[in-house]
């Protein structure tokens, strides 16, 4: 509810999100179409990858067993300049209210872990004028650098680890401490990525109307 009214100050602001499923299990989207990740059950914007990802849980529901995936959020319109540069850094700010959420193991900000694989002169993005506005070359910061905006696209990346209540026998200890083996009863969802996608959005939305909140009363203007 919170992240609704949000996203609503955002768009008055000129600031769009969209959150979506990236993967599910191994199964990436090489392809994004925002119009149609309304379209199939997994909010993905690969309808190929759709249709592998259904296909991929059918067998893992077989298995009694359950898959993980990745949630992308896109966030555009942000000004640069939201943000500070060590106590409130605006990807650090994402980071802990992504990680709140329930499942999430891992953030990424732009190119995220890839970043450790690069060089200086591949992961630095370059600006230049366009239309007289300053506009970057590349964006592997992910639209953040130094805790600040910088006027790009932000993309943030939440990890959702694989539904833990599965059908499959799995040790545990009685609170006697003796060892021994559960299987849990009922139904319970293969993957829950999914409906995850609106709770990244909405905990992205409102970590960034504080931010921008905080910058407004910053200034005297």
């Known amino acids: 509810a919170a992240g609704a ?15 979506y499923t990236s993967s599910i299990g191994p199964i990436s989207c090489h392809s994004y179409h925002p119009e149609i990740i309304r379209e199939n059950a997994f909010y993905m914007p690969d309808m190929v990858a759709a249709e592998k990802a259904a296909q ?46 329930g499942a999430v193991k891992a953030v990424e900000v732009g190119d995220g872990v890839k970043v450790s694989t690069l060089k200086g002169s591949t992961s630095n993005d370059g600006f230049h004028m366009e239309n007289g ?15 600040i905006s910088d006027g790009g696209e932000i993309l943030l990346r939440a990890h959702i680890k694989p539904t833990p209540s599965i059908a499959q026998p799995q040790n545990t200890v009685t609170c006697t401490g003796e060892n021994i083996s559960i299987e849990i009863k009922g139904r319970h969802d293969p993957v829950i990525v999914p409906r995850a996608v609106v709770v990244v959005e909405s905990m992205a939305a409102i970590t960034l109307v504080d931010a921008m909140f905080t910058n407004m009363s910053a200034r005297m203007s």
């Open 5 to 19: 009214i949000a996203a609503k100050i955002l768009k008055e602001l000129g600031i769009t999100l969209q959150a």
């Open 56 to 101: 991929y849980l059918e067998q893992c529901m077989k298995e009694e067993d359950s898959a993980g995936g990745v949630i992308e959020c896109r966030i555009n319109g942000v000004p640069a300049g939201i943000g500070d540069p060590v106590f409130g850094k605006l990807d650090a700010a994402f980071a802990q209210a992504l990680m709140s959420i």
């Open 133 to 147: 506005k300053i506009v970057k070359t590349t964006n592997h910061s992910g639209g953040i650098l130094g805790g």
